[in-house]
């Protein structure tokens, strides 16, 4: 047994003083209580706060993070994007996604994020076969994982359709294509390893309407069930356009609506971006317990929109962020970025308060804490028995912090900060990860993605 002394905490209640949190092998909260006199326990000495899911990544997409920012020969959009990242996609080895995805989450780590879900969906070798171990780029994402300590929720991709109505895919998605036998061949190879431990959980991914049909969709389900009826799904969906009028065309619904029809959608879901919804799509989406996974600098930088999150929100509706194409990784970054976009388009001030003397920081935290931990299927969330010993320890001595208590502490880490500047500490399940800001692996990480990322960039 461990124990913590938390000199300012934010508990599910609000702010304490001087908390006593005693954590077991497991790394699990087993009680939290006020410290009544000097204890034996390790001293965090600061603002402490419980840590977050980043619930959306595609770790190998951090790797060409800022090479996508120079217009193409005609107009660029998320589409022209998507295939200088299939171009990127095709280079990668093993290796590479190891090395990619040990650096990027040692970066979450140090931003403030202790858990992660992998939408994973580079599974075979360029030319499409698979490996001969098909499981061979899942074991080198939970290899990542061990190597920085991050939790890990691995969802791995169901994608063999190249658009709506089972459309046949473009040779540059081959890497991504299962048949339901094979992939749920896959959820079986890779569940005992993601068994039986609180920083880890398996999950599905239908990649999106687009790339999965109907028939798959619930074919995945019921593998999935076979193995974990609670665990979590997770799709993209409505983030563009396009998509919309491709879903109305095929199904005469739009792709949240079809989706909510199907009348499976609850707690365990996460939808990723719904960005484009109508006002009775937001209340539905708000009334079904699914998380509204929300990537807001991924959006911007792929221009796909404003999600309707102050609608959304005052309807009751959960939600979580993710870095997804990890164009930025900063928790403070996304939760910021969350609520100026809403600003923007309202000309309007502190709108996911959501009330009157409220705190925006604190009600976003409190907001992207919860649902981020729903989405992942992990125990985090708060710093609350039962939960995993996650936590992010501010700098008290950062000058952005001065005279700062309580909730403007969370206003200041999230509107007021430098990236990353004032985050001290990062523990996780117990076990202290980033020390004075940087991860305690961060130097091999480094060395080795950069000498991988010369080998995919200049070759
Ligand atoms: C992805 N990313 O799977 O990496 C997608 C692009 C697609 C985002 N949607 C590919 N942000 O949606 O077809
Ligand atoms: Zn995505």
């Known amino acids: 047994m461990r124990r913590f002394l938390l000199r300012h905490a934010l508990l599910p209640d609000g702010w304490h003083d001087d908390v006593l949190v005693a954590v077991d092998a497991a790394g699990l909260i087993v009680s939290v209580t006020p410290a009544q006199s000097v204890v034996d326990a390790t001293l965090l000495n600061g603002p402490v706060l419980p840590g977050l899911a980043n619930l959306h990544s595609h770790a190998f997409q951090r790797a060409m993070a800022g090479l996508a920012e120079r217009s193409g020969p005609a107009a660029d959009s998320f589409w022209t994007w998507r295939e200088t990242m299939y171009r990127f996609a095709a280079k990668l080895t093993p290796a590479d996604i190891e090395a990619i995805a040990s650096q990027l989450y040692a970066e979450m780590l140090e931003a403030g994020f202790t858990a992660v879900a992998e939408f994973h969906y580079v599974h075979h070798q360029a030319d499409g076969t698979p490996y001969d171990d098909p499981a061979e780029l899942s074991w080198r994402v939970l290899a990542a994982a061990e190597a920085s300590g991050i939790g890990l929720t691995h969802l791995p991709v169901l994608y063999r359709h190249g658009g709506f109505g089972n459309r046949e895919p473009q040779t540059r998605q081959r890497r991504f294509l299962h048949d339901s036998d094979a992939y749920a061949r896959l959820l079986q190879k890779l569940e005992p390893a993601l068994r039986n431990r609180s920083d880890r959980r398996l999950g599905i991914a239908p990649h999106s309407l687009r790339a999965v049909s109907p028939e798959m969709l619930r074919a995945a389900l019921a593998a999935l069930d076979d193995i974990d009826a609670a665990a979590p799904v997770h799709i993209h969906i409505a983030e563009q356009i396009a998509e919309v009028d491709e879903s109305l065309a095929w199904s005469g619904r739009r792709p949240v609506d079809w989706l909510l029809d199907q009348g499976m959608v609850n707690e365990r879901w996460c939808l990723v971006h719904a960005t484009h919804l109508t006002p009775g799509e937001t209340l539905r989406l708000a009334q079904s317990g699914a998380v509204a996974g929300l990537c807001p600098t991924t959006e911007a930088n792929l221009g796909d929109g404003l999600f309707p999150a102050v609608d959304y929100m ?3 509706g959960r939600i979580g962020i993710g870095s997804d194409s990890h164009i930025s990784v900063d928790a403070a970054e996304d939760l910021r970025l969350l609520e100026y976009g809403q600003r923007l388009i309202r000309r309007s001030r502190n709108l996911l308060a959501s009330g009157p003397e ?10 992207c804490a919860a649902g981020g ?30 005279a700062r208590n309580g909730d403007a502490v969370l206003d200041s880490w999230i509107f007021a900060g430098q990236r990353r500047a004032m985050l001290r500490e990062v523990w996780v399940g117990g076990q202290r990860v980033v020390e004075q800001g940087r991860h305690i692996r961060a130097g091999e990480f480094a060395a080795r993605y950069r000498q991988c990322l010369r080998r995919l960039i200049e070759e």
């Open 314 to 316: 005052a309807a009751g």
């Open 358 to 367: 409220r705190s925006t920081g604190r009600r976003l935290f409190d907001a």
């Open 373 to 402: 931990a729903q989405a992942v299927g992990q125990p985090m969330g708060a710093i609350a028995v039962g939960r995993r010993a996650d936590f992010l320890l501010l700098d008290a001595e950062a000058p952005t912090l001065a």
